[in-house]
């Protein structure tokens, strides 16, 4: 069963930064569109971000826009996010999953398109 497995969380201080990535061995997603979500304890899961089969296509959540930065490196099915001026309400559960439905990125994608979760890395942004 393919499942992504994400990496890289950790305890940082407000302004501080961190760099997750996650990968599925064996998985050829590359003509997929991967997104990375997050899930606070007592919210939904929201797409944070995604990006496409070509890298020129990704898409940000306005809360994170301009902070994190998302790449992948196709062949391996990879994907990073780099997270920079991190704030308390960054802090959830992180996961990436891909979306077999769609290989660019945009607003209309549903969370339900996407499949091959991770059991998540927890980010927390404390002083």
């Known amino acids: 069963q393919v499942q992504f497995v994400e990496s890289g969380g950790g305890l940082v201080q407000p302004g501080g930064s961190l760099s997750l990535s996650c990968a599925a061995p064996?998985?050829?997603?590359?003509?997929?569109?991967i997104g990375w979500f997050r899930q606070a304890p007592g919210k939904e899961r929201e797409r944070v971000s995604c990006i496409g089969h070509s890298s020129s296509s990704t898409y940000y959540a306005d809360s994170v826009k301009g902070r994190f930065t998302i790449s992948r490196v196709n062949g391996r099915s990879t994907v990073y996010l780099q997270m920079s001026s991190l704030k308390p309400e960054d802090t959830a559960v992180y996961y990436c999953a891909a979306n077999p439905m769609r290989s660019v990125c945009g607003d209309n994608h549903q969370i339900h398109e996407y499949s091959y979760w991770g059991q998540g890395t927890q980010v927390t942004v404390s002083s």
């Open positions: 064996g998985f050829d997603g590359d003509y997929y569109a």
